[in-house]
C-alpha cells in the first residue's frame, strides 16, 4: 500500500479558504486571517496565493473539473468540491508544483474530511485534470465578451460592461490584469521608508509592508489610485471639509483643514476612529450617520469627498472573491452625491471618486448630478486623464498599475 501523502500547512490553509468563501460566504481576506493564523511567511505566502487564486479562477475551474471529470460541480460534496478546486487550480496556474503533490494533497483532504468513499473518485479526476487542464485551458476561446468571462473566470455581466466601456483590447488586458497580484504602495504618513517614490506624491512602493510602522502609524497601506482621490480633493489648512464615505480612513487622513469623517456602519466607523489615532489625524472628527440623512449641524462646508460605496471592479485582484459579489450601486451614489453637494457652500467643491471601473456607477453618476465639472483637475493629474473625458481622472490596472478609479471634481 502506497504511504499517504502528508498535507502541508499551506494547502490545508487554502483548502479552508474555499471552504468557508463557498459553502458559508465568508469573506476571503477575512477568512485567510485566520486559516494561515501561525504558518511560517513561506508556507503563508504559498497559502495564500493558492487560496485567492483558486477564488478567482473558480469558474474556470468548475468548467475544466466538469469537463474533464464529467461531474457537476454542485453536486459534489463540499469537501470534494473544494479539494477539486485548489488541486485543479496548482496543476493549472501554478508553475513549479510538482503534480503528485497537487494530486495527492488534494486527495488526502477529502480523506481528512472523513469522506473516504470519494478518496478514489477525487483521485481520478485529479488524474485526468493533470493531463487535460493545460490544453483545456489553453483552448479557451476569448474572443466575445461572454468567452472571454469564462477563459479569465469573471461574471458575463462584468466582462460585457467592460467589452462595452473599453472594447475589447481593453476589457482582456484589464481581465488579465486584475487576475495578477497588483503593486504593493503604502502611503507615507510621517519619517522614511524603505521604498520607490512613485507619480503620485507621498506614494511608496514597497516589497513589503513593514508591520512596526504600520502600527505605529508612520504608514497606511494605500494604492496609488486612491491616493489620488484624495489628492484631488485639493484640501487646505483653515477649510472645512466632509468625508460622506470615510472607513476605513485612508483618505480622510490624507486631508488637511478640519475634516468631519461620516460614517453609516458602527463597527466600521470604530475601526475608522482607530485609524484615525493611529495615523496622528487630530483634525478628523468621525461621526456615525447615514450620508443621505446627516445631522442638520453638518453644513457649510468648503469641500466634500463622497468615495461611494459600488461595485468595486477596479479592485478586483486585491479582494478575489468580490467578484462574485459585486454589484453596481448607481442609485445610492446619486443620492450621496446629492447629499455632499447640499451641505457646501456655493462655490464650493465636491470630490466624486469610486473604485470601479464602470461607466454607470461613474461618468453617467457625474452627468446625472447636474454638478458643473471641474475641468482643471486632468489638467492637475494628465498622467491619469480619462481617455475620453480628459475633464475626468480614470486609473486602471492594465494602464497605470494601480488600482481601478474614477474620480472627478465638482463645483457647487
Not at 46 to 67: P, W
Not at 153 to 158: A, R, T
Not at 320 to 338: N, S, V
Amino acid at each position: 500500500m502506497a504511504a499517504r501523502a502528508q498535507i502541508s500547512p499551506a494547502r490545508r490553509a487554502a483548502y479552508d479558504v474555499l471552504l468557508r468563501v463557498f459553502e458559508q460566504d465568508a469573506y476571503a481576506d477575512r477568512v485567510f486571517r485566520t486559516a494561515a493564523d501561525g504558518l511560517d511567511e513561506r508556507d503563508r505566502a504559498l497559502a495564500r496565493r493558492l487560496a485567492f487564486g483558486a477564488v478567482q479562477r473558480v469558474r474556470t475551474l468548475d468548467h475544466a473539473i466538469e469537463t474533464l471529470g464529467r461531474r457537476r460541480v454542485h453536486r459534489l460534496d463540499p469537501p470534494v468540491r473544494a479539494a477539486l478546486r485548489l488541486g485543479a487550480y496548482q496543476l493549472g496556474y501554478v508553475d513549479g508544483v510538482p503534480r503528485y503533490a497537487a494530486v495527492n494533497e488534494s486527495v488526502e483532504l477529502v480523506r481528512a474530511a472523513g469522506l473516504q468513499r470519494a478518496v478514489a473518485f477525487t483521485n481520478a479526476v485529479l488524474r485526468r485534470l493533470a493531463d487535460g487542464i493545460g490544453p483545456l485551458l489553453d483552448s479557451l476561446p476569448e474572443g466575445t465578451a461572454r468567452a472571454a468571462a469564462l477563459k479569465h473566470s469573471y461574471p458575463d455581466w462584468v466582462a460585457e460592461v467592460w467589452w462595452r466601456d473599453l472594447g475589447a483590447q481593453g476589457a482582456l488586458a484589464l481581465m488579465r490584469a486584475q487576475n495578477e497580484p497588483g503593486e504593493l504602495v503604502v502611503r507615507l504618513v510621517r519619517g522614511e521608508i524603505d521604498g520607490e517614490p512613485t507619480d503620485v506624491p507621498g506614494a511608496w512602493r514597497v516589497s513589503r509592508v513593514d508591520e512596526k510602522a504600520l502600527a505605529e502609524g508612520r504608514i497606511w497601506p494605500q494604492s496609488r489610485g486612491s491616493q489620488l482621490a484624495g489628492l484631488a480633493v485639493g484640501a487646505r489648512e483653515g477649510e472645512r471639509v466632509l468625508d460622506l464615505c470615510a472607513a476605513p480612513g485612508g483618505k480622510a487622513t490624507m486631508l488637511a483643514a478640519e475634516v468631519v469623517a461620516v460614517e453609516v456602519d458602527e463597527a466600521r466607523a470604530r475601526e475608522l476612529e482607530e485609524n484615525v489615532r493611529r495615523l496622528g489625524a487630530e483634525n478628523v472628527r468621525v461621526v456615525v450617520a447615514d450620508g443621505r440623512d446627516l445631522p442638520s449641524e453638518l453644513t457649510g462646508f468648503d469641500r466634500a469627498l463622497v468615495d461611494a460605496p459600488c461595485s468595486g471592479l477596479g479592485v478586483l485582484n486585491a479582494r478575489p472573491d468580490l467578484r462574485w459579489r459585486a454589484e453596481p450601486l448607481p442609485e445610492l451614489q446619486r443620492e450621496l452625491l446629492h447629499a455632499a453637494a447640499a451641505r457646501v457652500k456655493p462655490g464650493g467643491v465636491v470630490v466624486y471618486s469610486v473604485c470601479t471601473v464602470n461607466a454607470d456607477e461613474a461618468e453617467a453618476v457625474v452627468d446625472a448630478s447636474g454638478l458643473e465639472v471641474d475641468a482643471t483637475l486632468g489638467d492637475e493629474w494628465p498622467a491619469f486623464r480619462h481617455a475620453t473625458r480628459p475633464e475626468l481622472l480614470q486609473t486602471l490596472p492594465h494602464v497605470h498599475g494601480t488600482s481601478g478609479f474614477f474620480v472627478a471634481r465638482l463645483r457647487v
